[in-house]
């Protein structure tokens, strides 16, 4: 009987999560989602919008890394608000991040002055798009790999140690090839998400425009049947991503199961 409860309960949250998508599939013009496939516009955004997030999540990796390291391997004091301040964007309306970041980028600030200096502005620029999509979901990719650098027993960096390595050389040899999954799976959902990214994109950086500012301005500007086929490429961009993304992780369940 309990098998069967949470079978029902599973087949709701599925539907309710398909049927949107379905909804779309069945209502679309799949001759003008080939169009815009083909179009000049909608290219210009997946680059825009995939090279984008790929940079910031390269710049997760350089700073994310460290920091996930640094909140696993040691104890100090206000540690717990340091990590509650890398989850805040995950919890804040992302319109207003938008508003945080143009306040704190902008051409007028201190940051947006001095940056300017050196040919470098974040207000409707791709640096714009990148920061935007970087604020709102570098946590995603830090608390991946903290949960992998716990998975690491520390006796092996202790080891390394005594045998003569620097802390430098335990780190990059030792505990960073252990969690070389949490890594790979980090980059991957914190890229994926990027790619998603609106509300702080909009504010920040409208142009150039990602898919989703794009799908935004199709639908204020020529309604729903325009927005709707940009909406079905969407869909098939992001299940092939998310497909690929669940492969790779089976893999490697697979292979360390061996």
Sequence with gaps: MFKYFIMIISI?????????????????????????AKSKEFIDSVKVTFF???????????????????????????????????????TIPHTAAGIALLLTLGRNSIIGKGASIFGISF?????????????????????????GFKKVDIRYEKIARSLGASPFKSFFHVALPMVR????????????????????????????????VLTY????GYGLKQALALTALIFIISMIIFVIIRIIQNIWKYTESR
């Design 181 to 212: 999954h949490e890594i790979i799976t980090g980059s991957l959902l914190m890229w994926a998400r990027g790619i998603s990214e609106f509300g702080a994109v909009a504010i920040l950086a409208y142009y150039p425009m990602t898919l989703s």
């Design 123 to 147: 207000v409707q620029t791709f640096w714009g798009v990148v920061v935007a999509m970087g604020f709102l979901s570098f946590s995603i990719y830090v608390n991946a790999v903290k949960e």
């Design 52 to 90: 984008a997030a790929f940079i910031a999540t390269l710049i997760a990796i350089v700073f994310g890394t460290p920091f996930a390291y640094l909140i696993t391997r040691y104890n100090f004091p206000l540690k717990s608000v340091l990590e509650a301040i890398i989850d805040i964007p995950q």
């Design 12 to 36: 709701i949250l599925v539907l309710s999560i398909i049927l949107p998508f379905l909804t779309v599939f069945l209502n679309v013009d799949y001759q003008l989602v080939i169009e815009i």
């Design 217 to 220: 301005d199709k639908f204020q």
